[in-house]
């Protein structure tokens, strides 16, 4: 059906009399429909959220393109026939991997096909989802990472050498939290929103249950087989694990064949490092690769986590007023004053080193903007007439805070957020180029440290790639808040104009 700008197209000059019949008259947009067509008419915000798309995309699907392990493995006999086929990748990938590929794979289609559903709340049932779905595979790995850990409890260490355990855990871990997403109200419609939460709930148990116990790789194996003609490999695009070594392939240049480098021709010798290696001979490029999700991971999910208690604290002390405002603004007072990097660094030599306790240290300490926006806007808003109408009616808080004047002020913290993800993502780098970063994981903060070996000796392609995606990455969220900021500001939009 055409618009009413289809219908009625704009004339050189209208009068009031043409706009009561409806020539010249355009169709409003939503707040945030304009918002978001004024960011992408900038050029710098439309290359970021192009480079961030691109670090996005690595992020979820870098195990399928950078793996030490084949696509697809056929083992050879004697006579040439093939005595077996699997497919060494797919058994290897964790669970973690295989919920954000379904994820991506799902949540996209979800987001973008025009369903009937609004978009605020099809964004609400997913991003629910996703909580509900990275808390089952994050404590499934834990406990599965505890019960096999070195010190573990005698009855825990019992029960995870049984059959039964990886599946009543996993069970009870999605039962708790498909109870738990089913009460929160994204949806009208509660048996859409029972059967949609109920459909998570088994497939994250499912992957956790299968994926209880992560299998011991040896990379060389396959590569040695396939040399001496008892295997075939189909191998993905970049035929490197991060974590995958090799102590005489040590900083090879990037685009040099390994067979220059160790005086062999053919076979494996005609592989190349297309970045480069490191110091201890692991491929640059799929640690790049791999290091995307660190990144963002640890941006957005420590964000939201500030986000969360922000707005809690902030709406609090906005409604309120008074007494309680003067004592949580002191909190908030004591946690500005807190030095982030010098508490994670802290944290790195008595907590466990691992991606997690990076995540919730930052979001519990750099909260505070996100408080200090909320606060303001809820004491402009408690004045309203729609607050004191939502009152009179007997409404309780928490509909009041989070129902009705949420939605109002939360602008200003959506902005926020964007450079915080900026700042979480330099403040991991920067542990991580300290040594202090998660154990285990490629990170770009690691390879750009090891620009620098301990001959002194710099290395200029790990120093170039890695710290060219920090720096494009930082910068993207940037100028994406930038954008936004201007976009959803009248005066600063006003300022433009003139």
């Given at each position: 059906m055409p618009d009413l700008a289809e219908k009625n197209p704009m004339p050189d000059a209208v009068t009031g009399v043409d706009l009561m019949r409806g020539i010249g008259a355009v169709e409003a947009k939503g707040f945030w429909e304009d918002a978001w067509s004024r960011v992408l008419r900038r050029r710098g915000a439309m290359l970021a959220?192009?480079?961030?798309?691109?670090?996005?995309?690595?992020?979820?699907?870098?195990?399928?393109?950078?793996?030490?392990?084949?696509?697809?493995?056929?083992?050879?006999?004697p006579d040439?026939?093939?005595?077996?086929?699997?497919?060494?990748?797919?058994?290897?990938?964790?669970s973690a991997d295989l919920l954000l590929i379904v994820g991506a794979v799902v949540g996209v289609p979800w987001m973008a096909l025009p369903l009937g559903i609004p978009r605020s709340t099809r964004l609400a049932m997913l991003i629910v989802a996703a909580l509900q779905a990275g808390f089952i595979v994050a404590i499934g790995?834990?406990?599965?990472?505890?019960?096999?850990?070195?010190?573990?409890?005698?009855?825990?260490?019992?029960?995870?050498?049984?059959?039964?355990?990886?599946?009543?855990?996993?069970?009870?871990?999605?039962?708790?939290?498909?109870?738990?997403?089913?009460?929160?109200?994204?949806?009208?419609?509660?048996?859409?929103?029972?059967?949609?939460?109920?459909?998570?709930?088994?497939?994250?148990?499912?992957?956790?249950?299968?994926?209880?116990?992560?299998p011991l790789v040896d990379h060389d194996a396959f590569i040695e087989r396939e040399q001496a003609g008892s295997m075939r490999n189909v191998w993905t695009l970049v035929p490197w694990s991060p974590n995958q070594s090799r102590s005489d392939l040590y900083l090879v240049k990037p685009g040099l064949p390994i067979g220059e480098k160790l005086g062999v021709e053919g076979g494996f010798g005609e592989r190349t490092f297309v970045m480069g290696s490191d110091a201890v001979g692991r491929d640059v490029m799929s640690q790049m690769l791999h290091a995307c999700r660190l990144s963002i991971s640890v941006g957005l999910v420590s964000t939201?986590?500030?986000?969360?208690?922000?707005?809690?604290?902030?709406s609090l002390m906005g409604y309120f007023g008074g007494k309680v405002d003067l004592l949580l603004y002191r909190v908030v007072e004591v946690f500005m004053a807190i030095p982030v990097l010098?508490?994670?660094?802290?944290?790195?030599?008595?907590?466990?080193?691992?991606?997690?306790?990076?995540?919730?240290?930052?979001?519990?300490?750099?909260?505070?903007?996100?408080?200090?926006?909320?606060?303001?806007?809820?004491?402009?808003?408690?004045?309203?007439?729609?607050?004191?109408?939502?009152?009179?009616?007997?409404?309780?808080?928490?509909?009041?805070?989070?129902?009705?004047?949420?939605?109002?002020?939360?602008?200003?913290?959506?902005?926020?957020a964007s450079f915080a993800v900026a700042a979480a993502i330099l403040a991991?780098?920067?542990?991580?180029?300290?040594?202090?970063?998660?154990?285990?994981?490629?990170?770009?903060?690691?390879?750009?440290?090891?620009?620098?070996?301990?001959?002194?000796?710099?290395?200029?392609?790990?120093?170039?790639?890695?710290?060219?995606?920090?720096?494009?990455?930082?910068?993207?969220?940037?100028?994406?808040?930038?954008?936004?900021?201007?976009?959803?500001?009248?005066?600063?939009?006003?300022?433009?104009?003139?």
């Open positions: 959220l192009v480079w961030i798309s691109i670090v996005a995309f690595f992020a979820v699907f870098s195990p399928l393109i950078a793996n030490g392990l084949p696509l697809w493995t056929e083992e050879l006999a040439g026939s093939v005595e077996a086929a699997w497919s060494p990748l797919w058994e290897n990938l964790t790995a834990g406990i599965s990472a505890w019960v096999r850990g070195a010190n573990p409890p005698a009855w825990a260490l019992e029960w995870g050498r049984e059959e039964w355990f990886p599946t009543a855990a996993a069970t009870a871990l999605g039962l708790l939290f498909t109870i738990l997403a089913a009460l929160i109200p994204t949806c009208d419609a509660w048996l859409g929103r029972l059967l949609a939460v109920l459909l998570v709930g088994v497939a994250a148990s499912m992957l956790v249950a299968d994926r209880w116990v992560d939201g986590i500030a986000v969360v208690i922000g707005v809690t604290i902030g010098f508490l994670l660094i802290v944290a790195a030599a008595v907590l466990p080193r691992n991606t997690y306790v990076m995540m919730a240290i930052i979001g519990c300490v750099s909260w505070t903007g996100a408080a200090r926006f909320i606060r303001a806007e809820f004491l402009r808003l408690r004045s309203q007439d729609f607050v004191q109408s939502a009152r009179a009616v007997g409404l309780p808080l928490r509909s009041i805070l989070f129902k009705h004047m949420l939605p109002n002020g939360v602008t200003p913290v959506l902005v926020d991991e780098a920067t542990l991580s180029f300290l040594g202090l970063g998660p154990e285990g994981q490629a990170s770009w903060g690691k390879l750009l440290a090891s620009a620098t070996n301990t001959t002194g000796t710099f290395v200029w392609w790990l120093a170039i790639f890695p710290g060219l995606a920090i720096f494009l990455t930082v910068l993207g969220y940037n100028l994406l808040g930038e954008a936004l900021r201007d976009a959803i500001d009248p005066k600063l939009r006003k300022a433009a104009q003139a």
